[in-house]
């Protein structure tokens, strides 16, 4: 079982940055592929950034290439994202993920597989 914990959002102007944390719980964090997904009202839920359990592999929606970068610490049992250059569009409620299973190339495609789910925080982006 694994729990997930963001931390990190706000309220930022464009331009602006922000780096989101996700602390989680459990000794095996290091096998598991960790991943950023966000929601903005009235839309889906859409796929970030993922990142492969050892950090070799990192993957971002062509709407944060340049701008958003993924990383971990295996030791802490944490994952971040780096959020720069930030836009109104880039507002909504950002989830951690988790699986065991799924690749980091699979994570946009496959979120529905996702294991661990962490509860949301908010970005908002002011114009």
């Known amino acids: 079982q694994v729990q997930l914990e963001e931390s990190g959002g706000g309220l930022v102007q464009a331009g602006g940055s922000l780096r989101l944390s996700c602390a989680a719980s459990?000794?095996?964090?290091?096998?598991?592929?960790m991943g950023w997904f966000r929601q903005a009202p009235g839309k889906e839920r859409e796929f970030v950034a993922a990142?492969?359990?050892?950090?070799?592999?990192?993957y971002y929606a062509d709407s944060v290439k340049g701008r958003f970068t993924i990383s971990r610490d295996n030791a802490k049992n944490t994952v971040y994202l780096q959020m720069n250059n930030l836009k109104p569009e880039d507002t909504a409620v950002y989830y951690c993920a988790a699986d065991h299973t799924l690749i980091s190339s699979d994570f946009g495609l496959r979120q529905g597989l996702i294991e661990y789910w962490g509860q949301g925080t908010q970005v908002t982006v002011s114009s």
């Open positions: 990142i492969s359990w050892g950090g070799a592999r990192r």
């Open positions: 459990g000794r095996t964090f290091s096998t598991y592929t």
